[in-house]
């Protein structure tokens, strides 16, 4: 697992129990003794106005080809699990250069780093 790979996750609901399978962008590597990823939430339901740290991907530009998505979706850096490495399902994709300094930069503004 390494940042920028999109994967296939259970991903927990908020403020419920349970969680349901959902594209995620990996941010982080495996982390710690129990290895776990901090990922952050991919929705194809794209909000109206986007968040200033929200990314559209569109699987129809090459930009966006490898992410192996298959339908417009927004990845929102506000919305981030730590995932155990048994609740991943499969690997989908990867995301391009371009839009993996975006995600650096976003999530600077999101955390006032």
């Known amino acids: ?3 920028s790979e999109i994967h296939l996750a259970l991903f927990p609901y908020g403020g419920t129990i349970g ?5 995620v962008l990996a941010l982080t ?3 710690g003794p129990v290895p776990e990823v901090l990922v952050a939430y991919i929705s194809s339901v794209v909000p109206t106005p986007l968040l200033a740290t929200d990314i559209l991907i569109d699987p129809g530009k090459p930009e ?3 992410t192996k998505l298959t339908q417009v979706s927004v990845l929102r850096l506000h919305k981030l699990a730590t995932i155990h490495k048994s609740n991943f399902v499969r690997s989908l994709g990867i995301v ?3 839009t ?3 995600v650096e930069t976003k999530l600077r503004l999101l955390l006032n780093l």
Do not use: E, F, T
């Open 1 to 3: 697992m390494k940042p």
């Open 19 to 23: 969680a349901k399978i959902r594209p």
């Open 29 to 31: 590597g495996y982390v």
């Open 64 to 66: 966006h080809a490898q």
């Open 96 to 98: 391009s250069a371009a």
């Open 100 to 102: 993996w300094l975006d």
